[in-house]
């Protein structure tokens, strides 16, 4: 049994900042990779930042230079900064944590999406 709930998401108007959050819980052995992927209206869902175990971070383009992941590995909790927003950012937000469970398995489990709206 795994839980993943993310929080941080709001309205902001552009140039404005916003910090998500998304912390798994449960039957948690070990997690991989922590993920922050976005889905706009009318668009397919993207990937938007990833970080590794290792600390390792990759960004989509769009976002490069304005995004920061990080996460608390005591805590199990993956945090996406976003600073400089625009109107193209405006999307839902999900986190995406690979967890190794206690039982054994080995999936990525989703969070349930927080809404960011950026426009004046």
């Known amino acids: 049994q795994v839980q993943v709930v993310e929080s941080g998401g709001g309205w902001v108007q552009p140039g404005g900042s916003l910090r998500l959050s998304c912390a798994a819980s449960?039957?948690?052995?070990?997690?991989?990779?922590m993920q922050w992927y976005r889905q706009a209206p009318g668009k397919l869902r993207e990937f938007v930042a990833g970080?590794?175990?290792?600390?390792?971070?990759d960004y989509t383009d769009s976002v490069k230079g304005r995004f920061t992941i990080s996460r608390d590995n005591a805590k199990n909790t993956v945090f996406l900064q976003m600073n400089s927003l625009k109107p193209e950012d405006t999307a839902l937000y999900y986190c995406?944590?690979?967890?190794?469970?206690?039982?054994?398995?080995?999936?990525?489990?989703w969070g349930q999406g927080t809404q960011v709206t950026v426009s004046s």
């Open positions: 970080i590794t175990s290792g600390g390792s971070r």
């Open positions: 449960g039957s948690i052995f070990s997690i991989n990779v």
């Open positions: 995406a944590i690979a967890v190794v469970t206690l039982g054994g398995s080995n999936n990525r489990y």
